[in-house]
C-alpha cells in the first residue's frame, strides 16, 4: 500500500489501460526472423550429426535409422494484467493507490519426427540413384570427377573402386580414373551437355558434346568414346541404368544407393585401434602421407576420446567422439554433397503420417 497525495485516479486507470492494450499487439511478425535462422540452424545441425551417427553405426555393424523433421509448429502467447485500485478518503488527505500487475509469455513449439521404416525406407536408402539425377548434377556444376566417383558402381563396364569392409573391397578398374578425369575436363569447358528427349515409350534422358570441338576437347572426347565403347559418330549418348551397354549409343550407369554410399564413407573412419584388436569392426584403408588423393577416403572421419574443439559436426558414439575437422574443406563438401544425394533419393516418396509428435514446452 502507497501513500500518493493528490493522484487523479483516472490518470493512474488510464496508466494501466494504455499497459494492458500495448501487451495485445501482435507477437508473430516479430518472430519471423528470429525463428526461422534458429529452426534452420538446428535442424541442418541435427542432420548432420544424423547422417554422422549413421555412418559411423554401419562401420560397427549397426543398422542405420533416420528420423526426418516433418513439422515445426510454434504457438507463442503474451498475457498481461493489470489491477489498479483506490480509495478516497475524506478524513485523511491524499488518495490510497493500490496497483498490480502481471505478464505471462509462453513459447510452445509442436515438433513433428517421421521414422524412415518400410517402403519408404527401402526406397529412399537401397534404390539406386536415378543416372539422370547424377547428370543433372554434373550439368549443374557438381565436379564429374567427384559426383561419379562418390555414386557410380559402373560405366559401361567400367568399374569403380569398392573399399566397403566385409570383403567387399574390389580395385578399380585402370581406366576409371582417367575415364572421369576427362569428363571432368570437358565438364570444366562446357563441352559436357545433358537434355531430356521426349519419345513415344516415354522421356529420355541424352548426353551430348559440341560439333566443333577444340583439339584439346577432341582428344577427350575420343578417348572416353573408346574407353566406353561409343561409335565416334554418335553425338547423341541415351542414359541407360545398368552396368553393360546393349547399344553402341548407350551409356549404361550402375549407380549406387545411398546404402552403399554410406558403407564407402563408413570404411573410411579412423576408427580406433582397440575397437579392430576387440573385433568391434573391421580394418580401415591405410592413409599415408604418399597416399594418392583419389585413393584417399573422399569424407575423412577422425575418432578420439574427447571432443574435438572446433569441429564441422561431431558425435560420441560407444565413448568414443568421431568427427569432420572444420578445416577439411574437402570432406566438408563431400559430406554436404552426401546430404544432397539422400534428397535425390527421396524424390517422388509420399510422405506418411507422423509417428511422433513431441510438445516440446
Not at 147 to 162: K, M
Given at each position: 500500500?502507497?501513500?500518493?497525495?493528490?493522484?487523479?485516479?483516472?490518470?493512474?486507470?488510464?496508466?494501466?489501460?494504455?499497459?494492458?492494450?500495448?501487451?495485445?499487439?501482435?507477437?508473430?511478425?516479430?518472430?519471423?526472423?528470429?525463428?526461422?535462422?534458429?529452426?534452420?540452424?538446428?535442424?541442418?545441425?541435427?542432420?548432420?550429426?544424423?547422417?554422422?551417427a549413421n555412418i559411423v553405426r554401419i562401420r560397427y555393424g549397426d543398422a542405420p535409422v533416420f528420423?526426418?523433421?516433418?513439422?515445426?509448429?510454434?504457438?507463442?502467447?503474451?498475457?498481461?494484467?493489470?489491477?489498479?485500485?483506490?480509495?478516497?478518503?475524506?478524513?485523511?488527505?491524499?488518495?490510497?493507490?493500490?496497483?498490480?500487475?502481471?505478464?505471462?509469455?509462453?513459447?510452445?513449439?509442436?515438433?513433428?519426427?517421421?521414422?524412415?521404416?518400410?517402403?519408404?525406407?527401402?526406397?529412399?536408402?537401397?534404390?539406386?540413384?536415378?543416372?539422370?539425377?547424377?547428370?543433372?548434377?554434373?550439368?549443374?556444376?557438381?565436379?564429374?570427377?567427384?559426383?561419379?566417383?562418390?555414386?557410380?558402381?559402373?560405366?559401361?563396364?567400367?568399374?569403380?573402386?569398392?573399399?566397403?569392409?566385409?570383403?567387399?573391397?574390389?580395385?578399380?578398374?585402370?581406366?576409371?580414373?582417367?575415364?572421369?578425369?576427362?569428363?571432368?575436363?570437358?565438364?570444366?569447358?562446357?563441352?559436357?551437355?545433358?537434355?531430356?528427349?521426349?519419345?513415344?515409350?516415354?522421356?529420355?534422358?541424352?548426353?551430348?558434346?559440341?560439333?566443333?570441338?577444340?583439339?584439346?576437347?577432341?582428344?577427350?572426347?575420343?578417348?572416353?568414346?573408346?574407353?566406353?565403347?561409343?561409335?565416334?559418330?554418335?553425338?547423341?549418348?541415351?542414359?541407360?541404368?545398368?552396368?553393360?551397354?546393349?547399344?553402341?549409343?548407350?551409356?549404361?550407369?550402375?549407380?549406387?544407393?545411398?546404402?552403399?554410399?554410406?558403407?564407402?564413407?563408413?570404411?573410411?573412419?579412423?576408427?580406433?585401434?582397440?575397437?579392430?584388436?576387440?573385433?568391434?569392426?573391421?580394418?580401415?584403408?591405410?592413409?599415408?602421407?604418399?597416399?594418392?588423393?583419389?585413393?584417399?577416403?573422399?569424407?575423412?572421419?577422425?575418432?578420439?576420446?574427447?571432443?574435438?574443439?572446433?569441429?564441422?559436426?561431431?558425435?560420441?558414439?560407444?565413448?568414443?567422439?568421431?568427427?569432420?575437422?572444420?578445416?577439411?574443406?574437402?570432406?566438408?563438401?563431400?559430406?554436404?554433397?552426401?546430404?544432397?544425394?539422400?534428397?535425390?533419393?527421396?524424390?517422388?516418396?509420399?510422405?506418411?503420417?507422423?509417428?511422433?509428435?513431441?510438445?516440446?514446452?
Open positions: 500500500m502507497r501513500r500518493i497525495a493528490h493522484a487523479p485516479l483516472a490518470a493512474i486507470f488510464a496508466v494501466g489501460l494504455s499497459i494492458a492494450l500495448g501487451g495485445c499487439s501482435s507477437l508473430g511478425p516479430n518472430t519471423v526472423v528470429r525463428d526461422r535462422a534458429d529452426y534452420i540452424g538446428a535442424i541442418a545441425d541435427s542432420w548432420k550429426e544424423q547422417m554422422l528420423v526426418d523433421v516433418s513439422s515445426v509448429i510454434s504457438s507463442y502467447a503474451l498475457q498481461t494484467e493489470v489491477l489498479a485500485s483506490g480509495v478516497k478518503s475524506l478524513d485523511v488527505p491524499g488518495n490510497l493507490i493500490s496497483l498490480g500487475a502481471n505478464a505471462t509469455y509462453v513459447d510452445k513449439p509442436t515438433i513433428t519426427y517421421t521414422p524412415l521404416t518400410g517402403d519408404q525406407f527401402t526406397k529412399s536408402l537401397l534404390r539406386p540413384i536415378p543416372p539422370e539425377s547424377l547428370f543433372s548434377l554434373i550439368q549443374a556444376g557438381y565436379p564429374a570427377d567427384f559426383v561419379l566417383q562418390a555414386t557410380v558402381e559402373a560405366l559401361n563396364g567400367i568399374y569403380n573402386r569398392t573399399s566397403g569392409g566385409g570383403g567387399r573391397a574390389r580395385p578399380p578398374s585402370p581406366e576409371f580414373k582417367p575415364l572421369i578425369e576427362a569428363l571432368r575436363r570437358l565438364q570444366s569447358t562446357g563441352v559436357l551437355g545433358l537434355r531430356l528427349k521426349k519419345t513415344a515409350a516415354g522421356e529420355v534422358t541424352l548426353v551430348f558434346f559440341p560439333n566443333n570441338p577444340s583439339p584439346e576437347q577432341q582428344r577427350d572426347i575420343q578417348f572416353v568414346a573408346q574407353t566406353l565403347k561409343l561409335k565416334p559418330d554418335h553425338d547423341e549418348i541415351v542414359l541407360e541404368f545398368g552396368a553393360v551397354q546393349r547399344n553402341p549409343n548407350e551409356l549404361a550407369v550402375l549407380s549406387r544407393s545411398l546404402s552403399e554410399i554410406l558403407i564407402e564413407l563408413a570404411a573410411g573412419i579412423q576408427v580406433p585401434a582397440n575397437d579392430v584388436a576387440a573385433g568391434r569392426t573391421y580394418p580401415g584403408i591405410p592413409v599415408g602421407p604418399d597416399m594418392p588423393a583419389s585413393d584417399r577416403p573422399f569424407v575423412r572421419i577422425r575418432s578420439g576420446d574427447t571432443r574435438p574443439s572446433d569441429p564441422y559436426v561431431a558425435i560420441n558414439y560407444h565413448r568414443h567422439w568421431y568427427w569432420i575437422d572444420d578445416a577439411d574443406f574437402a570432406s566438408k563438401r563431400a559430406f554436404s554433397f552426401l546430404m544432397l544425394f539422400f534428397s535425390l533419393a527421396q524424390t517422388g516418396i509420399i510422405s506418411h503420417q507422423p509417428v511422433v509428435t513431441i510438445p516440446a514446452n
